[in-house]
């Protein structure tokens, strides 16, 4: 088994509903981004999946949430864009765009350069 990590950043602003405490208030957070995927077997080059393409497909799904509030977007309408919802709708949107023979292992997301938050299935 093969893993590939690669890591990007966005910015975002969100606010925490019926949470208690400053981040129920808007603010915005710089957040980086860590994806491993996962595959069993090499190409004929030699690659799991190139790390440009993997790179691509993170920052198709990153535009979606830079500089916006996160709240705006349907999915935390119903969610509460906490980083651990952040973590889980990256990772969906993610695997979707893989091609068939690589799988998304995990998503890790730091809020802050000291608070991460990781989703796997």
Not at 42 to 66: M, N, P, Q, R
Not at 70 to 77: A, H, P, S, V
Request: some cysteine; glycine content about 2%; proline content about 2%.
């Amino acid at each position: 088994m093969f893993e590939v990590t690669i890591q990007e950043s966005f910015a975002a602003a969100h606010f925490l509903r019926e949470y208690k405490g400053k981040c129920e208030n808007l603010h915005g957070h710089n957040y980086q981004v860590k994806v491993s995927i996962r595959t069993k077997n090499l190409d004929k080059i030699g690659l799991s999946i190139d790390f440009s393409l993997a790179k691509k497909y993170l920052k198709t799904v990153l535009e979606e949430l830079d500089h916006i509030n996160l709240n705006d977007l349907l999915f935390f309408k119903e969610n509460n864009p906490s980083a651990e919802n952040i973590a889980k709708y990256i990772y969906f949107k993610y695997k979707k765009l893989l091609p068939k023979q690589a799988t998304i292992n995990k998503v890790t997301i730091w809020e802050t350069e000291n608070n991460a938050v990781s989703y796997w299935e």
